[in-house]
């Protein structure tokens, strides 16, 4: 298991390292150990979602080097919390969040998710957002996301959509570059690490939220996820910011 060590945070926000990297950070999981899970589609009938849940605890216990596993649920937040829990009492620090393009779609389910598992889960645990386009990133560390995957620049690249940090554009209509797939793919990641370059160095000078203030304009889930943070978790937010 890597360590998950937290030097600062700005907002819920953490600034650290996890084992010897800097964090928040983009996961390359030939690095980790993740156990298989049973997954669920994100708009179920619960009890198709429960079983989700307890077939994804059941393989997690039969991994040895236990580093990274799945928090399945559905659309359930109880359910999410109970595999959290469940997984962290196995042994488990590093966590995947199910269903993340369906969340990015629905902004209060992602704001009430994020901040109910970062309130129940241990401050050694870190959560993982496997498909985040650039432009959220520095919401979603924000709210409480340590780390994700860089699958999404690769995703892209094959449907010829470039990623910048502020939006995405389909090169067939807008015709910015012309790029093989992997130029594409290696343009759109380098994309994700400038975007976590930039969030860890305002965490570094307090002003994360100034970054996310900017990038608010960028999409509507974007902006109504930021307005239900400020008005529902107004108490969440205040925790971990610093005072002058």
């Known amino acids: ?23 928040p950070l983009i996961i390359n999981k030939d690095d980790f150990t993740i156990a298989k899970d049973e997954s669920s589609a994100y708009d179920v009938e619960k009890e198709i979602a429960e079983r989700s849940v307890n077939q994804t605890i059941e393989k997690a ?15 359930y937040i109880d359910l999410r919390i109970k595999c959290l829990k469940e997984l962290e009492e196995l042994g488990y620090n590093g966590f995947i969040i199910a269903n993340a393009d369906d969340l990015l779609l629905h902004p209060r389910d992602l704001v009430d998710l ?18 985040a386009e650039a432009q959220f990133i520095p ?55 400038f975007v976590l370059r930039e969030v860890r160095e305002h965490m570094k000078n307090s002003s994360l939220r100034n970054l996310v203030e900017e990038r608010s304009a960028t999409s509507p889930q974007y902006a109504s996820a930021l307005r239900i943070l400020d008005k529902n978790y107004s108490k969440y937010l205040l925790e971990h910011t610093q005072l002058y």
Request: aromatic share 14%; glycine share 6%; charged share 30%.
């Open 61 to 75: 216990k039969t991994v040895k080097d236990k580093e990274i596993a799945v928090i399945q649920g559905s659309k």
């Open 139 to 193: 919401l979603l560390v924000y709210m409480g996301i340590d780390a994700f995957f860089d699958d999404i620049g690769e995703y892209y690249s094959y449907i010829n959509v470039l990623m910048s940090p502020t939006k995405t554009y389909d090169l067939e209509t807008y015709k910015l570059y012309d790029m093989d797939q992997k130029e594409l793919e290696k343009y759109n990641k380098n994309t994700v690490d």
């Open 114 to 131: 994020v901040v109910r598992l970062r309130e129940n889960m241990k401050s050694s645990s870190y959560l993982i957002f496997p498909f």
């Open 1 to 23: 298991m890597k360590i998950f060590e937290i030097k600062s945070h700005d907002g819920p926000g953490r600034y650290g390292k996890l084992g010897d990297w800097e964090s």
